[in-house]
């Protein structure tokens, strides 16, 4: 099976958000008074990957 390039931007997107998510674990270590700006980081890399999953389920997977 090729990957579409639906799927590619749904894997984009997961593992876009996931980085992000990442950063915001660094962010909150590295900086003091870093966890505001870490749950806005975390919120946003949930958002993200969560858009690729629904990407990727509604559009890139093949349906039955």
């Known amino acids: 099976m ?3 390039p639906v799927f590619i931007l749904a894997k984009v997107l997961q ?3 996931i980085a992000d998510v990442g950063f915001a674990l660094y962010v909150g ?3 003091p008074h870093g966890m505001g700006k870490e749950y806005e980081f975390t919120g ?3 958002a993200v990957f ?3 999953y629904i990407v990727e389920v509604m559009w890139a997977r ?3």
Do not use: F
Request: hydrophobic share 50%.
């Open 29 to 31: 270590i590295s900086q």
């Open 44 to 46: 946003i890399g949930i």
């Open 15 to 17: 593992a876009l958000g």
């Open 62 to 64: 093949p349906h039955e």
């Open 50 to 52: 969560l858009a690729g």
């Open 2 to 4: 090729a990957a579409t």
